[in-house]
């Protein structure tokens, strides 16, 4: 970066050269064309006094021819005086207009460096620079170590490490599939869904890289990307017409494209598989309520007794298996605490290393202490909560808005490697750290 700048700067005084050096050049002929002038009248006269001497002119002639020479001298000065004057004054403008040219100059030289620095990515150079050097530490904290205080910025470094390497290998499908889901991670539904668009074309028979696209475009939320999501999810019913992941998927991404028939088919398909109690459950059932959907449609009683049986154990199982979190705060950081906000309460697995929560619960911000359970029933995803871990990590966060990425002044505390038991344990969580 050093030797760029050296770089510039010498073929920037090389660039005033080529515009001063005309300019100085053009002093000195004048200078000597004067004095070239008054030489050679003076070396005239001196011939035509020796023409005088030698009897090839007479006495008057010399003279007469002698005056005109001086004449001519004096017209040539009047005529380079005048040209001396009228350059003066053209000095003076150009002067007088050097303040307004500096005006413009100035910004026009902020435009274009600023230009330069945007159109180079200077600032994308440098975190490249920076995370390539430390990707083993980078590594380490996002893929191994329980890392909660990782930052955005950390993410969008080792995204940027990513990047480089799909450049030089842009088949590298694990690679592709990372990047989306870290650009997931950031809520960078546009970037996740390019990222896993790439992976697919490397490999169109992996139906969890088409679920993955799936849902990475219906994370944009606009038309065209939820129809696209849409043929995705198509698709994969027609490969797997019994899965149940993939019926669920198609009929909420119906629902928000307004899609009644689309919705009800596939809703009537999988509603007795789904908990009654989940978070999911209940959104969804008053979503196709207001699409106007019978209510004998959205009832759970139409499933055959072994499979009301079967959830209604199941049901037991995601209310007793969890936590019950006692979330208090320090002394030292009361003083913190914003005016408004919420409280957001969410496990992560310990062993994998995901940065999805398992279960995540948001209240608006409440005076401590406060209990707070976190069962199977507040998964984001249904088949991804708490009954597929075996160790968590419960932080609780106090946040501004209500997501669970980290920011810069932000009250939390964690507690680590939790054994997840088929009962609702008690814990007792203190918000005892700011995020720096």
């Given at each position: 970066m050093s030797s760029f700048y050296l770089y510039s700067f010498l073929f920037a005084v090389i660039a005033l050269g080529f515009v001063a050096y005309p300019w100085f050049k053009d002093r000195n002929a004048k200078r000597r064309f004067e004095i070239s002038n008054a030489n050679v009248i003076k070396q005239r006269i001196e011939e035509i006094q020796r023409e005088a001497k030698e009897g090839l002119i007479d006495v008057d002639e010399m003279q007469t021819a002698i005056d005109e020479m001086k004449l001519a001298l004096a017209?040539?000065?009047a005529f380079q005086q005048a040209q001396q004057e009228e350059a003066e004054k053209t000095t003076i403008a150009a002067r007088s207009a050097k303040i307004p040219l500096i005006i413009g100059a100035v910004p026009a030289l902020l435009i274009g460096a600023w230009t330069y620095y945007d159109a180079n990515q200077l600032s994308g150079l440098k975190d490249l620079v920076d995370a390539t050097n430390n990707i083993e530490a980078l590594s380490q904290r996002i893929l191994v170590q329980q890392a909660n205080d990782v930052a955005a910025e950390e993410f969008n470094k080792y995204a940027l490490v990513i990047r480089q390497q799909l450049r030089k290998d842009p088949s590298d499908v694990n690679g592709w599939q990372w990047l989306g889901r870290l650009r997931m991670t950031?809520?960078?539904?546009?970037e996740a869904s390019q990222a896993f668009d790439k992976a697919l074309a490397l490999t169109p028979d992996d139906q969890a890289m088409r679920m993955k696209y799936a849902q990475a475009l219906m994370m944009m939320g606009e038309e065209?990307?939820?129809q696209n999501a849409l043929r995705q999810v198509v698709y994969l019913t027609?490969?797997?017409?019994q899965n149940r992941d993939y019926r669920l998927l198609l009929t909420v991404i119906a629902a928000q494209l307004n899609d009644a028939d689309?919705?009800?088919e596939n809703f009537a398909l999988i509603k007795n598989q789904l908990s009654a109690n989940s978070t999911l459950y209940v959104s969804l059932v008053e979503q196709l309520r207001k699409m106007g959907a019978p209510e004998t449609l959205l009832a759970l009683n139409g499933a055959p007794q072994g499979v009301q049986a079967a959830e209604s154990a199941d049901s037991q199982l995601d209310v007793q298996r969890g936590f019950r979190v006692e979330v208090s705060i320090a002394d030292a950081l009361k003083a913190k605490l914003p005016d408004d906000g919420f409280l957001i309460v969410f496990a992560q697995d310990a062993n994998s290393g995901a940065r999805m929560p398992?279960?995540?619960k948001r209240l608006r911000l409440p005076s401590f202490p406060i209990s707070v359970d976190l069962t199977t029933a507040d998964a984001m995803i249904t088949n991804f909560s708490l009954k597929n871990a075996e160790q968590v990590t419960i932080t609780a966060?106090?946040?501004k808005d209500e997501?669970?990425?980290t920011s810069s002044g932000e009250l939390q505390g964690s507690l680590s490697n939790l054994p997840v038991i088929d009962e609702l344990r008690s814990i007792q969580l203190t918000i005892n750290e700011e995020v720096q």
């Open positions: 017209e040539e000065s950031l809520g960078q539904g546009e065209e990307n939820l027609q490969v797997d017409p689309t919705a009800f398992l279960a995540v966060r106090i946040s997501d669970v990425m």
